[in-house]
């Protein structure tokens, strides 16, 4: 845990000093947030659907504005952990800049557990404000693609003009 909290901080950039503050608090609690969710099940893992749901329950003014699908997957804790930080990137970023910075926007999650054990999420944004692909990679994106990498998996963003689609694989 204290790794995790490390790397948060380390790792979290802002051009301004309230910017980098709000990154790192944001970080921290989702990973406090996921670590609550062990205490229910005494600390054998976190139910994915809970996780999601706890993410993105700030954005749900209705229930059209976020919508959460798949299978019941309990997760390790560790890979619980890096799901509440993909998932807490991903919303970040919908409110900043996608989806979820104007009233009509909407996101879809979903995700489905493969046989071979790889767990398949698919964020899918729509009714933002128009997308065009980033000129530079932002950290968020970084920080996604360093957890999916971290268990063996990938992370795919497509840019698309009515919003961002982000595969994420990884073994769960």
């Given at each position: 845990?204290?790794?995790?909290?490390?790397?948060?901080?380390?790792?979290?950039?802002?051009?301004?000093?309230?910017?980098?503050?709000?990154?790192?608090?944001?970080?921290?609690?989702?990973?406090?947030?996921?670590?609550?969710?062990?205490?229910?099940?005494?600390?054998?893992?976190?139910?994915?659907?809970?996780?999601?749901?706890?993410?993105?329950?700030?954005?749900?003014?209705?229930?059209?504005?976020?919508?959460?699908?798949?299978?019941?997957?309990?997760?390790?804790?560790?890979?619980?952990?890096?799901?509440?930080?993909?998932?807490?990137?991903?919303?970040?970023?919908?409110?900043?800049?996608?989806?979820?910075?104007?009233?009509?926007?909407?996101?879809?999650?979903?995700?489905?557990?493969?046989?071979?054990?790889?767990?398949?999420?698919?964020?899918?944004?729509?009714?933002?404000?128009?997308?065009?692909?980033?000129?530079?990679?932002?950290?968020g994106t970084r920080?996604?693609?360093?957890?999916?990498?971290?268990?063996?998996?990938?992370?795919?963003?497509?840019?698309?003009?009515?919003?961002?689609?982000?595969?994420?694989?990884?073994?769960?």
């Amino acid at each position: 845990m204290l790794a995790s909290v490390q790397a948060a901080v380390v790792l979290s950039q802002s051009d301004t000093s309230e910017g980098l503050k709000q990154a790192i608090e944001g970080r921290i609690r989702a990973l406090a947030n996921v670590h609550s969710l062990f205490a229910e099940t005494r600390w054998i893992g976190a139910e994915l659907s809970a996780i999601a749901t706890q993410e993105l329950a700030p954005y749900e003014e209705s229930e059209m504005r976020v919508r959460i699908d798949g299978p019941q997957v309990l997760l390790r804790p560790d890979t619980a952990q890096a799901i509440a930080v993909i998932l807490h990137e991903l919303a970040t970023n919908a409110a900043k800049y996608g989806a979820l910075s104007t009233m009509g926007g909407r996101i879809e999650l979903k995700w489905s557990h493969e046989a071979d054990g790889r767990l398949i999420l698919c964020w899918t944004e729509m009714g933002g404000p128009g997308v065009q692909r980033p000129t530079r990679q932002g950290f968020g994106t970084r920080v996604i693609e360093g957890m999916a990498s971290q268990y063996r998996g990938k992370a795919h963003f497509d840019w698309r003009a009515e919003g961002l689609v982000c595969e994420i694989a990884l073994q769960a």
